[in-house]
Structure formats: C-alpha cells, structure tokens
C-alpha cells in the first residue's frame, strides 16, 4: 500500500497551505513545497477549539480549530499573528 506525500513547508515541515505567501508556523516565506508520507497518529483527545488570528500588520484574519494552535505567523504578509482569545 501507498502511502500518500503531504505537502509540508520546506523550512518548518508542517501543512503547506495552497495560496499562502508565508508559512503560518515559521513565518518563512513559502516557496516549493517538500513532500513527507502522511501518518496516520491518532491523538485522542479533547474536541479541537476555535481559535481567531489577526495580523497586527496586514489585518488579515484566519480561524484555526486546531488541537494544539502553532500556527502564528501571517501567511499574507509574513507578520506575526498570535492567536487571540482562548488559549
Ligand atoms: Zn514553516
Ligand atoms: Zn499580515
């Protein structure tokens, strides 16, 4: 069997987001794409939170329902943006 290749930013290996300038969780600018086998961990656990991010820079917002949130840079500008509220 396959495994499917997960697009992952070059820099950090985390979710390669189609469209973003900069990679949400190191703030480096996304250029290609590297490619990792996609793993199937199971994380049991409470049910992921919403969380809003907005850019201090550029203004622009994102929603993120993540278990753990380490998205924190703007994939618009670059810039950092932390998640607001919650925690
Ligand atoms: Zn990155
Ligand atoms: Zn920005």
Do not use: Q
Not at 53 to 63: E, I, N, P, S
């Amino acid at each position: 069997m396959e495994l499917p290749m997960r697009k992952v930013c070059a820099n950090c290996k985390n979710a390669y987001r189609e469209g973003d300038k900069y990679c949400r969780y190191c703030g480096a600018p996304l250029g290609k794409p590297d490619f990792i086998e996609e793993d199937f961990a199971c994380i049991y656990g409470p049910p992921p939170m919403e969380r809003t991010h907005k850019c201090a820079k550029c203004g622009f917002t994102w929603k993120t329902s993540l278990m753990i949130d380490d998205e924190k840079w703007c994939p618009n500008c670059g810039g950092e943006a932390p998640a607001e509220g919650g925690r």
